[in-house]
């Protein structure tokens, strides 16, 4: 039990940042019904995006001030990337049956991967990513470390401004409407197609901040990262109900809490020695998902985002 309050920040820690991501796959999927499996790419080249500005930077330059240059540099990168995908992979199968968006979403993942692979100097290798000067801090008895303190301040930020961004502008009833019903929103004069780019954009841009907060808790980046990172965001969004905005958020922290929880006390059970320890956090991951998903299929909270208008 001494060792509860670290399990927990180490949870939320890890669920701040499934949760992040998750955000781009709900969004997406409830306004068009389509499952972004190259969303976790997204996230990957928005770490990429960051480095690199970090790396332009002159020698000496302050980490707490190039933070917040490296977040836009990664989210012109995730933004760029996921807009860019949307008009020219995704668009054009709008109207096309669910399995080819889908299948199009798994080469896109396969074929982002290998430009990275093949073009980003070095990236056959992981790449050593900038951390923060100074020892861990004590937060109400868990020891955190400084650059996790990122993902802990800018998860909340970021689900308090895209609420308000859904319920009190313009755009986000757009979006609500459209994710509603598409076709009345067009004929009330919304511009489906700039709100469609638009859950693609914030979805991004969420990615590429999620992909700061892994580098300065890692060390590093990789043209790997993405899809395991991606894969249990997916999950997240699932666990806490596709197409829900603060479900994929709940998700996120459920499934990083269950996995930490999971990694520090399963191997302590009697008989349960071989089942502990990191290397079997990811089943006890997809084990939480599909108890969930058995006892309640529509997920945590089970409402899109549009039925809230």
Not at 33 to 53: D, K, R
Request: glycine share 14%.
């Amino acid at each position: 039990m001494n060792e509860l309050p670290q399990q927990l920040a180490n949870g939320l820690i890890l669920g701040a940042m499934y949760g992040l991501i998750a955000i781009g796959y709900t969004m997406v999927y409830g306004i068009v019904q389509l499952i972004n499996f190259a969303h976790g790419e997204i996230f990957m080249v928005g770490g990429f995006g960051a480095l690199t500005v970090y790396l332009w930077m002159p020698d000496g330059f302050a980490l707490g001030a190039a933070v917040p240059l490296m977040i836009l540099g990664g989210i012109v990168v995730s933004v760029a990337v996921a807009t860019a995908a949307e008009r020219f992979a995704y668009r054009p199968l709008r109207g096309a049956p669910r399995l080819a968006p889908l299948i199009t979403a798994i080469g896109l993942s396969i074929v982002l991967q290998q430009i990275v692979w093949m073009w980003y100097p070095d990236a056959k290798k992981d790449h050593p990513f900038p951390q923060f000067e100074g020892g861990p801090i004590d937060v109400f008895g868990a020891s955190v470390q400084r650059g996790d303190l990122f993902v802990l301040i800018a998860a909340p930020l970021c689900m308090f401004a895209l609420g308000l961004f859904v319920t009190k502008t313009r755009s986000g009833r757009g979006m609500q409407a459209t994710a509603q019903d598409p076709d009345t929103a067009k004929l009330m004069g919304v511009n489906t197609d700039r709100i469609i780019v638009m859950a693609f954009a914030i979805g991004a841009a969420f990615a590429a901040i999620a992909a700061v907060a892994y580098g300065l808790k890692n060390g590093q980046v990789g043209f790997r990262m993405g899809f395991l990172m991606g894969l249990k965001a997916f999950t997240a969004a699932v666990l806490g109900g596709i197409g829900n905005i603060y479900g994929a958020m709940l998700g996120g922290i459920v499934l990083g809490v269950a996995e930490s929880l999971a990694t520090g006390y399963i191997g302590d059970i009697p008989g349960m020695d071989l089942f502990g320890g990191g290397a079997w956090k990811d089943v006890w991951a997809f084990t939480l998902l599909i108890l969930v998903l058995l006892f309640r299929p529509q997920g945590l909270l089970g409402e899109r985002v549009a039925d809230r208008a």
